[in-house]
C-alpha cells in the first residue's frame, strides 16, 4: 500500500514564483488535509476537503489554493510565493465517520520541504 | 476561537522518571481526541485516540491518556520513560461539527540515558 504520497519532498522557490504540491493517497479516504510544520509552531491547517469537490479554509489559507477534483488527489498551489511559506508541508487523510473507530485517524504523507528565498 | 493548547514546550527526564503531558482544546461541540508522536526525521504517527466509551485510553508503547470532558483536557502519561521516547508529541483534536482537525503546537520530549 502506497498510503499518502507527496511530491516533490524538497523544493527552492524565489519570491513570487508558483508551484503547486501535489498529494495523492490510495486508500478511498474521503477526508484530506494539508498541514504547514513550523519548528515551535506545531502543524497548522492550511486547507481541508471532505469529498471530492468540496473545499473549506483551515487556520491559515492566505497564500494557497487547492481543488478537490477527485477522491484520490488534492493539491495545494501556492500562487505567489514568499519568505514565510517557507515550512514543512504534511498532506494527510483519513476515513469518516465520527463513531466509527479508525475514523479520522490520520494517515501523513512523508512531507514535503519548501524554501523560498 | 477553536484551539488546542500544549502546556508544556520542552520537557527534559531522565529515564524512567514519569511523564504528564498537558493538552487543553476550546470546542463547545463533540470530539474526537488524538496524541501523535513524530520521531526525529520521521513522519507524524497515532500513538492512542478517544473516540467514546472509556476516558482512560491506552496507547501504543506503554503511553495512556485521559479524558476529562469538564476541563476540555486530554493529557497524555506513561508511568517509565525510556530514552527512545525522546520525539516531539501532538495532541490533535476532530471537531465533529466542522469536520476538520486542529493540532496543538507540539511538546519536544528529551529523555537523558
Known sequence: NAGVTQTPKFRILKIGQSMTLQCAQDMNHNYMYWYRQDPGMGLK??????????????????????SRSTTEDFPLRLELAAPSQTSVYFCASSSTG???????????????????? | ???????????????????????????????????????????????????????????IKGFEAEFIKSKFSFNLRKPSVQWSDTAEYF??????????????????????P
Open chain 2, 91 to 112: 495532541c490533535a483534536v476532530f471537531m465533529n461539527r466542522d469536520d476538520k482537525i486542529i493540532f496543538g503546537k507540539g511538546t519536544r520530549l528529551h529523555i537523558l
Open chain 1, 98 to 117: 465520527h463513531r466509527v473507530s479508525g475514523a479520522n485517524v490520520l494517515t501523513f504523507g512523508a512531507g514535503s520541504r519548501l524554501t523560498v528565498l
Open chain 2, 1 to 59: 476561537a477553536q484551539s488546542v493548547s500544549q502546556h508544556n514546550h520542552h520537557v527534559i527526564l531522565s529515564e524512567a522518571a514519569s511523564l504528564e503531558l498537558g493538552c487543553n482544546y476550546s470546542y463547545g461541540g463533540t470530539v474526537n481526541l488524538f496524541w501523535y508522536v513524530q520521531y526525529p526525521g520521521q513522519h507524524l504517527q497515532l500513538l492512542l485516540k478517544y473516540f467514546s466509551g472509556d476516558p482512560l485510553v491506552k496507547g
Open chain 1, 45 to 66: 491547517l492550511i486547507y481541508y476537503s471532505v469529498g471530492a469537490g468540496i473545499t473549506d479554509k483551515g487556520e491559515v489559507p492566505n497564500g494557497y489554493n487547492v
